[in-house]
């Protein structure tokens, strides 16, 4: 724990959301699903009624909207990152909101949820716990199945369509593509849930969540003919396959380009890149970002992983706001993370391991404050960590936490077979 503030109270028991506040949530949603002129999709849903746990999908804000159009008249509560809370606690805990520090094994959200569930109450999650850096399914924890077990609700799948494509993360500007789709299916009956093992169940939900916004948007031949449509992507693609450059990507308007060998891809309306010179390695941005991964994989492998830089940090530690920790030291390497730095005249030191973090959580030019951020959690503070200097992407910060957690689980797996 960093400095003496306050504390969100995560104990605090969900509340069912206030009935006054429902068409509210209406009036904000049903617009925007006309406006984008979405399609929702129900299968297999017949007597299901709440108690229910609802997985979704994240790509953007527009993610709530669609969602609350889909349970419709239902009302939910909604697991929700301290973040979302910022100044508006009140409000969203009025609201049904259930508040989490992200990639944190919080036993009090599974309470939480728990006690939603005793209520009769729909309980939405977003497993994926960030919004997806290029339109296709993030990792998911191995927890899902445990909790699922303990929930002993059915669980209903919301998978969305169209949603990067129409506000991409990396984005400057949101687009307004229209003919959006959503899937709401029944996954699993509240009897499959204690009939399965939690890897089972681990099992079905990954191969529920996987989704291609960039592969649908091509087939179904929607396109985005903003000049601007291609800037902000090279925070994702970060490294030149022409000549593997690292950070030397950049983007303008409905250009990716690589300013250490000089090669351009055209973004055409259809999402697809295209080299304006020679071969195109990636046509499907996609593959691209796990080409990306694959070489963090291979240099974590090697054990030659490393990153360290300078940062400006900010603690989360209530929903009143920011807490300025002034400048530390970030270390990123083959041990996880080490964040140094002093408040007070204090000096203060704290470590993630490999295996406490399967994913983390990133920002690009993070409410436009000092830039890109890592946001890292203990179950008392939210810290968002801003690295200061030339030569880092916050991307593949990203992708190396999630491929130390794979490579600390597979030899701690071998190490129990010997």
């Not at 400006?312 to 993370?337: C, K, Q, W, Y």
């Not at 295996?355 to 959580?361: I, M, N």
């Not at 190396?400 to 597979?410: F, G």
Request: glycine fraction near 6%; include cysteine; charged fraction near 25%.
């Amino acid at each position: 724990m960093i400095g003496n503030f306050k504390r969100f109270d995560m104990s605090k028991k969900p509340t069912s959301q206030r009935r006054f506040l429902t068409p509210i949530t209406w009036a904000i949603s049903f617009p925007s699903k006309w406006r984008h002129r979405s399609k929702i999709e129900k299968h297999g849903l017949e007597g299901i009624k709440p108690p229910y746990l609802l997985l979704c999908n994240h790509n953007c804000f527009l993610d709530f909207k669609i969602m609350t159009a889909a349970i419709f008249p239902r009302r939910a509560n909604y697991v929700v990152a301290i973040d979302g809370f910022i100044k508006r606690e009140w409000l969203l805990r009025n609201a049904g909101g259930i508040g989490v520090r992200k990639f944190t094994n919080a036993a009090q959200l599974v309470r939480n949820m728990v006690y939603a569930k005793n209520k009769g109450n729909i309980i939405v999650l977003y497993p994926e716990a960030r919004y997806s850096l290029c339109g296709a399914q993030a990792v998911l924890p191995d927890s899902i199945g445990k909790f699922v077990r303990l929930l002993d609700i059915p669980v209903v799948m919301l998978l969305m369509h169209g949603h990067h494509i129409t506000a991409p993360f990396w984005g400057t500007k949101a687009r307004k593509l229209q003919s959006l789709r959503a899937e709401m299916k029944l996954l699993l009956t509240q009897e499959q849930t204690q009939q399965l093992t939690p890897a089972e169940i681990n099992e079905k939900v990954r191969a529920s969540f996987v989704y291609d916004d960039f592969a649908w948007q091509k087939a179904n031949n929607l396109h985005v003919n903003s000049r601007d449509r291609a800037e902000g992507l090279h925070k994702v693609l970060y490294q030149c396959p022409h000549c593997r450059t690292e950070y030397k990507m950049e983007s303008a308007k409905h250009e990716l380009f690589c300013t250490s060998c000089g090669k351009r891809w055209e973004m055409t309306t259809l999402g697809e890149l295209r080299a304006e010179g020679g071969e195109t390695e990636f046509s499907h941005i996609p593959d691209w970002y796990e080409w990306e991964r694959e070489n963090v994989r291979a240099e974590v492998e090697r054990g030659e992983y490393s990153f360290f830089a300078k940062a400006h940090v900010d603690s989360l530690p209530n929903a009143r706001g920011f807490i300025d920790l002034g400048e530390a030291e970030l270390t990123h390497n083959m041990e996880g993370f080490t964040l140094r730095g002093k408040l007070g005249g204090e000096a203060y030191e704290k470590r993630w391991k490999p295996r406490e973090l399967y994913s983390c959580h990133i920002e690009y030019n993070y409410l436009k404050k000092h830039g890109d951020c890592i946001d890292l959690n203990t179950i008392t503070d939210t810290l968002y960590i801003y690295p200061e200097g030339e030569g880092i992407s916050v991307t593949k910060i990203a992708l190396a936490t999630e491929e130390l957690y794979k490579n600390a689980t597979a030899e701690r797996e071998a190490a129990k077979s010997n």
